[in-house]
């Protein structure tokens, strides 16, 4: 089986000396950065380098094209992941909020039951019948 040379990257590595050079225009290397790097979009890259969005994103299927290694690496880099602390968080929440369900799910209950007894000790209809003109 051959073995590919695929670079290990690091949270450090040189965007430039990685790259295959595709464009002699230093405004296309600013973008990519922007774009791998910083996470801007292709509106807010457009916006802060007064480029069409159609021009930056052949930039950018043309960079893919010929690094997608890079790609690959920067586009896992930045895929949301939770902390540790953050999936604490959301587990707390879980809980609470289900707390809070079955607390709710018990008033309406409460208040059902009350319902029924009311109308058999007054014996008189409180609900609306469903399907009644108002």
Known sequence: MKKENIPVF???????????VVSDDPLYFTVLRSRFIDGLSLSALSLKYS???????????????????IVDFMQKKRSIQPSQDEAVA????????????????MRAH?????????????????????????
């Open 10 to 20: 690091s949270d450090d590595f040189s965007f430039d000396s990685l790259v295959n």
């Open 51 to 69: 480029i069409s969005r159609s021009t930056i994103y052949n930039w950018i299927r043309t960079f893919a094209s010929s690094n997608p290694e």
């Open 90 to 105: 959301l587990k707390s929440e879980i809980l609470r909020l289900k707390k809070e369900l079955k607390d709710a799910q």
């Open 110 to 134: 409460a208040y059902d039951t009350m319902i029924d007894v009311a109308e058999e000790m007054f014996n008189i209809p409180i609900r609306k019948k469903a399907g009644t003109k108002q």
